[in-house]
């Protein structure tokens, strides 16, 4: 006899997360934010001796990454941050819940959030 376990479904817009401790970042006068990520690895150093890529890479968020990159302090939540968006961006930002999952799955997948 077999035992069906069942597991509990998460919510994503429950979760909170905040900035990763390795990614740097910087933000300008106009709220525009610049991730700085450091290219470490074996790898990474052949490639910086023989193409002159560079030690660190920038990634440059457009407005509404931005806007929501400020907003991951480790207290807000993944629904407060979306009504926040809402609010402040409105129908720029729809379809608002697909387009922030998919953000926020790619910036934890990168490791820049955690």
């Not at 560079?54 to 207290?75: A, N, R």
Request: hydrophobic share 40%; net charge positive; glycine share 6%.
């Amino acid at each position: 006899m077999s035992k069906k376990i069942k597991k509990k479904k998460e919510n994503y817009l429950d979760h909170v997360f905040s900035h990763a401790a390795a990614v740097e970042w910087d933000c300008d006068e106009k709220g525009n934010v610049t991730l700085i990520i450091e290219n470490k690895g074996f790898f990474n150093r052949i490639a910086q001796k023989l193409i002159k890529k560079p030690e660190k890479t920038q990634v440059h968020l457009d407005k509404i990454g931005s806007f929501i990159w400020m907003k991951f302090d480790g207290t807000r939540s993944v629904y407060e941050i979306a009504m926040e968006v809402k609010r402040e961006f409105g129908q720029k930002a729809d379809p608002l819940y697909d387009r922030l999952l998919t953000y926020m799955e790619m910036l934890r997948a990168q490791g820049f959030i955690q």
